[in-house]
């Protein structure tokens, strides 16, 4: 292997035979490793984690993929492991990740992130989807340049230790999607005091029956979905500025829910209106 020092690029793709990858420590200048689709790979070698100029490594469509080794990989700008269904831990980050901007993780059996996961220091964009559980972790509240969380298709999200953390609110998060999460009306007064700054909030095919009060401390919101919530019968707040919102086919929605939902929207219609008009008498 050692004549392959100056090897940059290693694909194992689709290798149907491949259970255990090699041993890549003699090959320091490797800039990307993919596994993709090796079918029958059970488990990747330590060495993988410890490749100072790797920026890329995928292992996506690896369904026995069982073990991923420590991470400390301060170059990776991009990590593949969706339809690994028998991976059911996110890999351990020993040192800082800068230039890892955007994660998108689905089919697999990961209920949660380590703590290490806050070594991600770069990361901008959550995408994760799945079915069973997910434990959204609180740390991630803290994480610097995190704007945008997308988790969809799983029945709990919060671990019983967010009840303490309502003093704290992710001041960065603008663009929050938990559809199809099964959301319930105990889960959501506690995401939206958590996520109190988001301007993009996308709630739709939850089963949650109110949509609290303490919407109206959403002071950034402008756009909310709430399409197929079917169990949605009340709505006790919106926010100041909202623009859009969107509750297609919520059946259960009471007759003053709709009524406020109606009268949000003539007063938006009505400020544009009077606004356009002032306009134009400034300009004259």
């Known amino acids: 292997m050692q004549k392959f020092e100056n090897l940059k690029i290693l694909k194992f793709d689709y290798c149907e035979y491949l259970i255990d990858t090699p041993d890549v420590s003699c090959l320091p200048n490797l800039e990307k490793i993919s596994f993709k689709l090796c079918k029958n790979l059970v488990s990747i070698h330590n060495s993988t984690g410890f490749l100072n100029k790797l920026k890329f490594l995928s292992a996506e469509g690896c369904c026995k993929l069982r073990y991923f080794p420590p991470l400390e990989l301060i170059s990776l700008e991009n990590l593949k492991i969706s339809r690994c269904k028998s991976l059911q831990s996110f890999p351990k980050i020993l040192g800082k990740i800068e230039n890892l901007k955007y994660l998108s993780i ?88 958590l996520f109190a700054n988001v301007t993009y909030l996308y709630l739709s095919d939850n089963n949650f029956k109110i949509l609290p009060e303490c919407l109206k401390e959403c002071r950034f919101l402008w756009s909310l979905r709430l399409n197929e919530c079917k169990s949605l019968q009340e709505i006790r707040g919106i926010p100041p500025i909202l623009k859009n919102m969107s509750a297609l086919r919520c059946k259960s929605l009471n007759s003053s829910s709709r009524s406020m939902l109606v009268n949000q929207v003539l007063v938006f219609f009505l400020t544009k209106v009077f606004d356009s008009i002032f306009h134009n008498l400034e300009c004259n």
């Open 106 to 193: 689905y089919g697999t059996s990961i209920e949660g992130f380590p703590v290490s996961f806050q070594n991600l220091t770069g990361l901008c964009n959550i995408s994760i989807e799945g079915h069973g559980m997910f434990r959204l972790p609180s740390f991630i509240l803290k994480m610097p340049k995190l704007s945008r969380i997308c988790v969809n298709g799983y029945s709990h999200l919060l671990p019983k230790k967010y009840d303490k953390l309502s003093f704290l609110v992710s001041s960065n998060m603008k663009y929050l999607d938990l559809i199809r999460n099964n959301l319930s009306d105990e889960c959501l007064p506690i995401l939206l005091s």
